[in-house]
């Protein structure tokens, strides 16, 4: 009997990813199918607005991916072959994607190993004045030391890919530096399947990423791309971002839990930062000094228990790099 207890317990698994979708965004969707306007209408504008004002940004580009936005930003600063691109090793392989796009050169900067952003210090030794520009992303929703970033004087992307809705210095991240991206993947704060985003408050420059994104353009002979976001996607992530407050809470409550329980186990748990706000996306422990884990050792007992884990970054750059 005990052991019949114990299966039907480890049967239920509490998956690592997973989208909260309902019947809203179903007949959101099925609205814009049925009325006949799937793509550059005003479900894509409305979304680019709404995203903008999340993120204290003036102006917003949807796109397809968020890689797609990546792209754009960078395109956005004027980067081009050779230019050097900041980026820290512990991250999505989609930054480095996005730089070899345009042939620059990726520069691989350390992270914090206590907020796992990137060390604003380290990259303060990398020849700041070289760089083109700064991927800055706010890893698994914990804002990076912007302020300290935005001093060197090095034009930043904000990747807010895993951190919509996170607080830095009482302000929404994505408008705070130059320009912004956000990522709608299935498994992200908000989804619309696959989408992205592009926020800043250059008019001309989010004026000029909103042509490139359609390669369909009868001026000139500008390179151009097919990245645009369709009307069922933003009329789903209206109603997701409309649901942003309640996802955020109920985040912030699982961590909670979380904390009490991970502290028994000695791991080291996220932190907390001053004047930021955690979005929490991701929860990541790791082993400490005194109590060492074997990370595959901790993964397979979790998922005993019934909680799916995994390796937040399957291979940092620097490895990829070599």
Not at 114 to 142: C, E, Q, W, Y
Request: with cysteine; proline share 5%; aromatic share 6%.
């Amino acid at each position: 009997m005990l052991r019949k207890n114990r299966v039907m317990c480890t049967s239920i698994m509490i998956p690592h990813s997973r989208s909260t979708i309902g019947e809203e965004e179903a007949e959101a969707a099925a609205a814009v199918i049925r009325s006949g306007l799937l793509v550059d209408g005003e479900q894509t504008k409305q979304f680019e607005r709404l995203v903008a004002e999340q993120t204290g940004a003036a102006w917003g580009v949807a796109v397809g991916t968020g890689t797609a936005a990546l792209h754009l930003a960078l395109l956005g600063l004027g980067v081009g072959p050779g230019d050097r691109v900041a980026i820290p090793s512990f991250v999505c392989v989609a930054l480095l994607h996005a730089i070899r796009y345009l042939n620059a050169e990726p520069v691989v900067i350390d992270i914090d190993p206590n907020t796992l952003n990137i060390d604003p210090d380290v990259l303060k030794r990398s020849a700041p004045a070289r760089l083109k520009a700064v991927i800055v992303p706010h890893m698994f929703g914990l804002p990076a030391e912007l302020n300290s970033i935005l001093a060197l004087g090095v034009p930043v992307i904000e990747d807010c890919a895993l951190a919509i809705g996170a607080e830095y210095r009482g302000k929404q991240v994505g408008g705070q530096g130059h320009l912004g991206i956000c990522s709608f993947y299935a498994t992200k704060m908000i989804t619309t399947g696959e989408g992205g985003m592009v926020v800043g408050h250059d008019f001309d420059v989010l004026q000029r990423l909103k042509d490139l994104r359609d390669y369909d353009q009868p001026e000139g002979d500008t390179v151009r791309f097919n990245y645009r976001l369709t009307e069922m996607q933003a009329a789903i992530g209206r109603i997701q971002l409309r649901r942003l407050p309640t996802f955020l809470e109920r985040r912030r409550h699982i961590a909670t839990r979380y904390h009490e329980v991970f502290e028994r186990m000695h791991c080291r748990q996220p932190i907390e930062i001053p004047d930021a706000v955690h979005a929490y996306y991701r929860y990541v422990i790791q082993s400490s000094d005194q109590h060492p884990l074997n990370l595959d050792q901790c993964i397979a007992q979790l998922d005993q228990k019934g909680v799916a884990c995994r390796r937040p970054v399957s291979k940092p750059i620097h490895q990829l790099l070599n």
